[in-house]
Each structure stands twice: as C-alpha cells, then as structure tokens.
C-alpha cells in the first residue's frame, strides 16, 4: 500500500506542477479599464486660433496608448444652451478637431451628438470653442464616443476577434449588466485597453481598476 | 374551386379579426421610464433644521409615483472633498432623511455610498447639508439608488414578477446593454415606472420617453 500511496502522491504533484506551468505560460489576458470624461482633439489650425499662432501643446501625462498625453492646455466649449469650462484637449495635434462629450452635456449646451468612432465626424454637429486667444466656431465634430477595445494583432489572436468585430462586454456585481456594440480596433500601435466613458463606468460601478471580459 | 377560394378567404380574414380583437383587448404593456438626477428626502426634523422650526415644503411638480413630488427647496450637500449646491428635496417628508447620489458624486464629495434600496440605510455614509436656515450632519443615509420598477399586483401579474423579484432590462440602438439585478417593487399604490438614474440612462442612450422591456 506504501508503494502506491507515494506514486499516486507523485503523479499528483506531477500534474499540479504542470498545471502551474501552463497557467505561468498563458496567463489569462484581463482586459484593463480606460475611463473618458469629456474632451477634445484640436487641429494645428485650431490650436492656433485658441492658444495663439504658432502654439505648442504642452503634455502632463502620458495615456495609455502609446504617443497619445493630456495636455496642460483646456477650453470652453459653448452651445446654444450653454457652456462648459476646463475642457482638456488631448494631443498630438490631429488633422480635424473632435469634440467627445458625454450623453449629459446634451441638457447643459443643447447639442445632440451622435454616437461614433473618433475620426467618423460626417454629419456631426458642430460647436464654439473659446480659449485665451481666440474663438473657433467648428462645423462638425461633435461626438460621443463609440465604446471601443484598442488592442494589438497578438491581443486579437489571443481573443479571437478582428479589427472593425462588434462584441459584447460582461460586469459582475451590485450594478451588473452588459454593454453591446463595443467596436474592436486593432493596431500595432495600440496597448490593450477598454474605453467607456464616465457615464459608462459609473453605470455598471466600474472603475480603473476595474477589469473588462469579453463574452462573445 | 371559387367556393374553396372564397371560404379561405372568409376563414383568413375571421382570424386576422380575432387576433386584432384580441390585440385592442390585451395591449402590450411597456414600461415608462423616470430618470432620476441626484435628490434628498428630508425628516421634518431635518427640515426645520435647514429651513426653520415647522417648515413644511413647497410641492412645484408631482412625481409619477402618488403622493410624490419634487420640492421648491434645494440644499447643498458636503463632503470632505468638495461640495454640490442646489440638490432638489423631494416630499412628502420621511421617518428618516435620505440622499441619493450619481456615482460620479462620489469624486466631487469624497463619500462613496453604497448601491442600496430606498430606506435600506444601515451602515450607510453619512453627509453634511447645508440650508438657508442650518446645517445638519447626518451620521447615515448616503446611497446610489438600486435600479427598480414600481407596479402595481395587476401589473406584476401581467409581468409574472412578484415583490423583490431581480429581472434584467434589455435595451436596443447604439448604445444597447442590458441591466441586471433590477429589483420589482409591487405595491397597490404604485405607478407602473422603471427608474434609472441619469448615469445609467446616458450610458444606454435612453431618454425619459423610452420605453423599457423586461427580459427575464
């Protein structure tokens, strides 16, 4: 009976070892958790006319995707029913400006931005801008934004999507639920990362510790 | 052939009849939906601590629920990282003072309160408000509101729900989601509403004319 005892000890040591090593190979890939208040993207011309010809964005933090910072640099962002103040322009300079509000700003400026994906501004409305130096009265770019996963072509894989697929993402808890049309991107560029807004987060009680998975 | 043709006929058109008979006799019932911004329920002696000895409050609209209404009276709510003015009373007053903030209130004020049922308040935070009469320190009754349907017994038959059943809420467009651990409240003195608050109904691009389905 000894003798079995101890091979059966073994093989069962063996097989907790080689589990281990597995997970240690392929730990499960968590997706983290960006949150977005309100924001905007200038373009050089633009930035010229609000902070002064010539002007240079000043970075204070780095984000999370690579060579994207929020910058020192804030506006007032004005609709015909109201305005909102310190509004923080994200850099680089971009070739069009993009205001991202959120759902609730509708009621405070009395603009209705549509839902999309940053840079498909067709159609968007647009909004007046008021920095130190200047005002610009935009045509279009005003937009909520999409709820989206950036990931790189090795992430892709790993979860079995593809850039442009549409998924469903899964909360647990108090405030449980699911989001449906979260857009996939893929770059080579990009680090892993969830983006929902505020208003997003704090409907499901999430925050930026939180961790996002994917259920379809 | 023209008698079996013609009995077809009368036989199709007696049962699209019955089933539009039976449709005007059982609409389909949809749910309204109330979006609340954050709001405090007062005791009386809370009240005439912020607003005088014997105050009573000053109704300006009533709420969908009988006997509710949202008050003239507005306090400012502090914590200890920042304060928020002009936070509506609603009435009738309550054995208990009661306040129910947004998610995001929890950075302005620095109180994280709980995701809780109304009058579910033990082990709650508490909060200082201010009036143009006083200042009261509540020791508890700081919360999110819990998601939750009011209905009435013949409702929650139409729904096969009962009281303090959790049901999931689906919601299409855009911005489509689902919310889970929705509680039904069914009393007979309730109007049929889902109430959400302006948080959760932003992050699902809904509006206080949507109409809400219940899925399970």
Chains 1, 2 share one sequence.
Do not use: W
Not at 107 to 136: E, H, N, Y
Not at 176 to 182: D, E, K, L, Q, T
């Amino acid at each position: 009976m000894k003798g079995y005892e101890e091979i059966l000890k073994a093989l069962m040591e063996m097989a907790y070892e080689q589990e281990s090593l597995r997970k240690k190979q392929e730990p499960e890939l968590k997706i983290p958790l960006g949150i977005s208040n309100r924001h905007l993207h200038l373009s050089q011309k633009d930035l010229d006319c609000l902070f002064g010809s010539g002007y240079s964005l000043t970075p204070i933090k780095d984000l999370s995707q690579p060579g994207q910072y929020a910058c020192k640099e804030t506006v007032t962002i004005c609709g015909p029913k109201g305005s909102i103040e310190k509004v923080r322009v994200l850099g680089p300079v971009r070739p069009q400006t993009q205001v991202e509000l959120l759902g609730g700003d509708h009621f405070k400026l009395g603009v209705k931005a549509p839902v999309r994906m940053s840079g498909d501004l067709a159609g968007t409305p647009g909004i007046t801008l008021v920095g130190p130096k200047g005002t610009v009265v935009i045509q279009e770019g005003v937009i909520v934004a999409q709820r989206h996963i950036h990931m790189t072509p090795k992430d892709a894989e790993y979860f079995q999507v593809q850039d442009g697929d549409i998924v469903e993402l899964e909360f647990e808890g108090e405030r449980a639920g699911s989001y449906r049309n979260v857009i996939v991107r893929v770059t080579d560029a990009s680090a892993l990362e969830c983006h929902l807004d505020i208003e997003e987060a704090n409907a499901m009680n999430l925050t930026s510790l939180s961790l996002i998975k994917i259920i379809n």
